[in-house]
């Protein structure tokens, strides 16, 4: 099963850029499909980004033109930048992994856009 940790998160103003990184260990990172997940306070764990294993992309809505999730193979990587944050995307954001079924969480990182 992969491990994975999540760093990048920071307090930026409205506006501002972040890029988020979550590094994979443990098994074959090509092989998983990764997401980018949020949670804000009060609410539910959603979707942000997804990219699988082959580099199909997908977005939340709220998010599209914004956001671009991005995997590097050769560094177990997987990125998202985040461009033109507003103060709603403030959350806590979670890397996932899943082959087959399986999936792994990391620890999260904190994301605050306020002025």
């Known amino acids: 099963q992969v491990q994975l940790v999540e760093s990048g998160g920071g307090l930026v103003q409205p506006g501002g850029s972040l890029r988020l990184s979550c590094a994979a260990s443990g098994s074959i990172f090509s092989r998983y499909d990764m997401g980018w997940y949020r949670q804000a306070p009060g609410k539910q764990r959603e979707l942000v980004a997804a990219?699988?294993?082959?580099?199909?992309?997908n977005y939340a809505d709220s998010v599209k033109g914004r956001f671009t999730i991005s995997r590097d193979n050769a560094k177990n990587t997987v990125y998202l930048q985040m461009n033109s944050l507003k103060p709603e995307d403030t959350a806590v954001y979670y890397c996932?992994?899943?082959?087959?079924?399986?999936?792994?969480w990391g620890q999260g990182t904190q994301v605050t856009v306020s002025s």
């Open positions: 996932y992994a899943n082959r087959g079924g399986l999936g792994s």
């Open positions: 990219i699988t294993s082959s580099g199909n992309t």
